[in-house]
Structures are given as C-alpha cells and as structure tokens.
C-alpha cells in the first residue's frame, strides 16, 4: 500500500461507526454511527460534504446514487437522504431495530431487514410498500444485495432470495454468521462467522468454482488461541477473487479467494474493524476502525476512519500475477 491518511473530521464522530460505504461512481464516503448523524466524506478533498444529525442511532446506510441515500435506525425508522439539500424524508418503519438497508437499482426497491423478523420492500419512488417477508425464524445479522440475489443471514442459515421470482433457497452453514457479502465473478456469498471462519459457496458450482470454508489466523493470548469475530468482508471490485476481512481484534487482513491463500495483513487498528468498502474502481480502501458493542472489556478509543491508498502490488492479481479488471 502506498498511502494511509485518516480522515479528519472538524465534528468527530461520537459512537460507534455502524457502516462506511464508498459512492457508486466516485470517492465520497458514506458514514452511519451511534451517534445518530449520518455523514457524506469526499476523500479527494478531504471535505466533509453533509453531516444529517437524527434522533436514533443509524445502524445502516447505503447509496441509490450519487445524489441519493438511505439509513437504517434503532428506532425502527427508514430515511431518503438528498445528499445535495441534506434534507432527510421518511421511507417507512419497523416494528422494531431496523438493522440492514440494501438499494436495488434493478428494480428501484429499498430492502429493509429489522429485529421485527420482517424483511420490507419499498418503492423508492413513492416510497410506498411492495411487501414484505414475515415468517423469518430469527432476526436478521446481516444482508447483501447482488443484482436480484438477496441474501441475508437468520441464525446460522444464509437464505437467497430472488426478487423477481420470490424463489428463495437456504443454505445452512452451521456457525453463527456474522456478516455476509456477495462474490460477483463468479456469483456466489461469502460469509463471516463469530468464532473466526470464512466461508464462500458459488451460486453455480463447477469443477472450477467449488465453495470452501478456513479459519482466519488467530492469535494467541495468555497462551491460548484466541477466536474472534469476522466483522465484515469486502471484495475488491477490480481484482477477480480478492477481498479483505475485518476481525474483531482490530485486524484487517488480504486474502486470494481462487488461490486460497492470505495476502498480507495490515498493522493493527487502535479499535475492532467493524466496517469495510473498496472504491469503485479498487484504489482505495476504507477501513473503520471502532468500538462495536460485542465484548464488554473493549477499549473505547475514538472512532478513526482510515483510507489506504492501494499500490501498484495490491492491483496485481494475487493468483495469476496480472491484473484481473472487470
């Protein structure tokens, strides 16, 4: 990597950072946190474009566009940002948390997932609902979108919803599934567990493309290896099969998917790596770095943002030694 800067914000986030995710089409940053403001950061300005305090802490956020955005709150409330005005407008509500919010350019839905066992559909036009899933077994940890794959974790199942057809198959992993996020090339989910496992499966399996499970390395404490939590994982959108995993150590580490090996890890993070997102095109990555509220001895250092720039080495694909870009 060529280049590390931390973002330096004139209002420092207050809470825990819930999610970073970069824009569709450029490098401004998109920040939800527990302390209830949702926050737009260009990075090659280092400018902070819109900061939209609310009333609960946002667990969620993501892009429809470069102009338009949405947030997901512990009070069960849905948000449409204008990223221009900062003007904020109601989308809906859950019965609850609302934890997970996913756009899909497809079909122009908001897909919500909440501790109300209930995954909504909304119009993102009028905002009004196409429905919803009810019979959810348990709550929802995490949700992805690929295309009209939707894919979300209840318990220790990945279940993948089409949004079209309203098919859904479930595949159960048998761990505690933390976080899962979509493979593109081939399709497929990836998921991270609680005690430290990575496991990626292809939608299409072949001779080639056949899914395995490896326990990301742990380290050893008072002489004990210790486990941790697989916080979040990203996949680099120029590079076919490689992608990174934030732990609950504060360990951020580079991994190839189609050579089955580790990269490299980078230094460790003063707090738990708690939320992951590559740039459009691959050059950078952002790394949050923050408390998360899962282990009661967690040192509570201030949340940082880091945004590392990716050298020509990291661009390289990890398998064949020549770039891969889509």
Not at 112 to 128: E, L, M, P, V, Y
Not at 279 to 297: I, K, P, R, T, W
Not at 310 to 324: E, F, I, Y
Request: glycine share 8%.
């Amino acid at each position: 990597m060529n280049n590390t800067v931390s973002l330096n914000l004139d209002n420092p986030i207050r809470d825990a950072i819930s999610r970073i995710r970069f824009a569709p089409h450029s490098n401004n940053l998109l920040i939800s946190s527990w302390d209830s403001s949702l926050r737009l950061y260009d990075v090659d300005s280092s400018k902070l474009r819109m900061e939209a305090p609310g009333e609960a802490a946002l667990l969620d956020c993501c892009f429809e566009s470069e102009r338009v955005c949405f947030s997901a709150a512990s009070d069960g409330s849905v948000n449409r940002y204008d990223l221009g005005s900062g003007i904020k407008a109601s989308v809906g509500n859950h019965g609850d948390l609302a934890t997970c919010v996913e756009y899909s350019a497809e079909t122009c839905q908001i897909v919500t997932a909440g501790w109300d066992r209930k995954i909504n559909f909304w119009d993102a036009r009028s905002t009004q609902s196409h429905g919803c899933l009810n019979s959810l077994v348990s709550d929802v940890e995490s949700m992805s979108l690929c295309g009209l794959n939707l894919m979300f974790s209840a318990g220790s199942s990945v279940n993948i919803y089409d949004i079209r057809s309203y098919k859904t198959s479930v595949h159960t992993k048998g761990v505690k599934v933390k976080c899962i996020r979509p493979i593109f090339n081939p399709k497929g989910f990836v998921v991270g567990s609680i005690d430290g496992r990575v496991l990626l499966e292809y939608i299409c399996k072949s001779s080639l493309n056949e899914g395995y499970a490896f326990r990301c390395h742990p380290k050893v404490k008072d002489g004990r290896r210790h486990l941790v939590t697989i916080n979040d994982i990203a996949f680099n959108p120029s590079i076919i099969g490689s992608f990174v995993t934030g732990d609950n150590d504060g360990y951020a580490t580079l991994w190839d998917a189609r050579g089955r090996k580790r990269i490299f890890e980078m230094s460790r993070y003063p707090n738990s790596v708690v939320s992951l997102s590559y740039s459009h095109d691959g050059l950078l990555l952002a790394v949050a770095s923050s408390y998360s509220y899962q282990e009661a001895n967690e040192i509570e250092e201030p949340p940082q943002i880091f945004v590392h720039e990716m050298g020509n080495c990291d661009l390289m694909s990890p398998s064949s030694g020549a770039s891969n870009k889509k």
